[in-house]
């Protein structure tokens, strides 16, 4: 009997330590689902180090869905696109749940700042929560730059960096100044141009309707419209000379990540890969002047393929005149650190987890 008791014993002991053990191994696991404007991304991430954004994507998954054109139209979401949208996530949730065993404090769901001006935004919010007992955030525009910081920056790096953000209408960013006391604040940055808005400026320039997509003709223009962007620049670096003084740029966004996949053709690892001027500036003239280069290469890389299916040649000279212009117009930038953020699909889940990290102050 004692024996048998013992065993017994023995075995919730081992089932109970089992149990505890792969509760802790999923400490450190977490999963984003965010709600785009055209398509739906899963992520799952072991976070090592949150301070030295050091982890490993698990798990990433990119479900192409146009939402945001029908909100612009209709001014709500279609109850097709809420059902599609439903379906997608009870199905991802139920897939990572059972492969990742994670917790549910540590799922989080967030939307595009677009599904604001959803009227009927709650139908959506309502369905998903009763099948699935989650809410989820819309991202506050006027929060969005402090969350790319928050996400996008190491938190080892947040007193000495800065972040720029080059999107598609603008482009923004900011920085952290350490103040008294331990406290910290916070200072966005936006420039007024981004890369469809600046190819657009540019567009506006061509007086000749026949010359309207000659790219010689778009490529002239773009070159005599730099002192515009420059001059813009220049304002946005005049009113922040806190920003000179960091020693780590990180930048982010569709037009860095064109530049990195098309010019580095490589598979890189790192979350983080730097960037030097010189080879902004070469980019730059195949863009240019052997575009052919680009085209040939996307017959064989996917990823590459993937840019050109995004962006067209002048979406992509727009892009690195941001980038090139903000570069130059930084002093000594040959003794500075400059990084793009690869991952800029987790920056906003990176975000979530340091500001309920005790290790992180995100208080700013």
């Known amino acids: 009997m004692l024996k048998k008791n013992k065993s017994q014993v023995l ?30 991304k899963v992520s799952v991430l072991e976070v090592n180090n949150i301070k030295k954004a050091d982890y490993d994507i698990l798990y ?45 404090e540590n799922i989080f769901i967030v939307a595009a700042p677009v599904f604001s001006s959803a009227r009927n935004i709650d139908v959506l919010k309502n369905k998903i929560a009763s099948l699935t007992n989650k809410s989820f955030d819309i991202i506050n525009v006027n929060e969005e730059a402090k969350m790319l910081v928050k996400g996008a920056i190491p938190p080892v790096d947040y007193s000495n960096a800065s972040l720029l953000d080059i999107g598609a209408q603008t482009t923004k960013g900011g920085y952290i100044d350490e103040l008294e006391d331990n406290k910290l604040e916070f200072v966005p940055l936006e420039l007024d141009f981004g890369t469809m808005t600046l190819t657009d400026a540019v567009k506006k320039t061509v007086v000749n309707p026949n010359q309207a997509n000659d790219m010689s003709t778009f490529q002239e223009k773009s070159f005599d419209y730099n002192p515009v962007l420059r001059k813009k620049i220049k304002e946005m670096l005049d009113a922040n000379p806190l920003l000179l003084k960091k020693e780590k740029i990180y930048l982010s966004g569709g037009a860095v ?39 040939n290469l996307a017959k064989t890389n996917k990823e ?43 920056t906003w889940l990176m975000s979530y987890i340091a500001d309920r990290s005790k290790k992180v102050n995100t208080n700013f």
């Open 304 to 346: 590459i393929a993937r840019v050109l299916s995004t962006y067209d040649q002048k979406y992509l000279i727009s892009a690195n005149n941001i980038l090139q212009n903000f570069l130059e117009s930084i002093p000594n930038l040959e003794t500075k650190k400059v990084y793009f953020v690869k991952d800029g699909q987790v």
């Open 257 to 295: 990540w064109a530049f990195a996949t098309l010019y580095y053709d490589e598979d890189i690892k790192n979350h983080y890969i730097t960037l030097t001027l010189e080879d902004v500036i070469n980019y730059d003239a195949i863009l240019k002047n052997n575009f052919v280069k680009f085209t």
């Open 60 to 104: 990433f998954a990119n479900e192409r869905i146009s939402l945001a054109d029908h909100i612009g139209t209709l001014g709500e979401l279609p109850q097709e696109d809420i059902n599609k949208v439903t379906v997608i996530i009870v199905d991802q949730l139920k897939k990572i749940k059972e492969e990742f065993k994670l917790r549910e």
């Open 11 to 40: 075995f919730f002991i081992l089932l109970n330590l089992f149990f505890t053990l792969n509760s802790f191994s999923q400490k450190n696991v977490y999963a984003g689902i965010e709600i785009g404007r055209r398509a739906i």
